[in-house]
């Protein structure tokens, strides 16, 4: 998969982690999409390094969407504990 793949994945499972963890972010819709990105890298990095589970090349891969959106869901988490209070 080349890289406007991994965003475009990254674009989608940061709004899946978006409702899956609903609320108001520090970052609104823009941070919460480059921390849906950096979670698809992230999650495919970890699943291939730590998991030994290689990342398909293929789009619709079941595990790399899970990767994909766990990346996003662990980031969007360590996010808001760390920049939570800073919209108020």
Avoid: C, E
Wanted: net charge positive.
């Amino acid at each position: 998969m080349s890289i406007i793949g991994w965003i475009i994945l990254g674009l989608l499972a940061g709004a899946i982690a978006k409702f899956l963890l609903p609320g108001r972010d520090p970052g609104g819709f823009i941070g919460t999409t480059i921390i849906g990105v950096a979670g698809a890298f992230l999650g495919g990095w970890i699943s291939a390094r730590f998991l030994d589970h290689p990342i398909s090349k293929q789009f619709y891969d079941g595990t790399t969407w899970a990767a994909a959106i766990g990346g996003s869901l662990v980031l969007l988490i360590a996010y808001r504990l760390l920049f939570g209070n800073s919209r108020d």
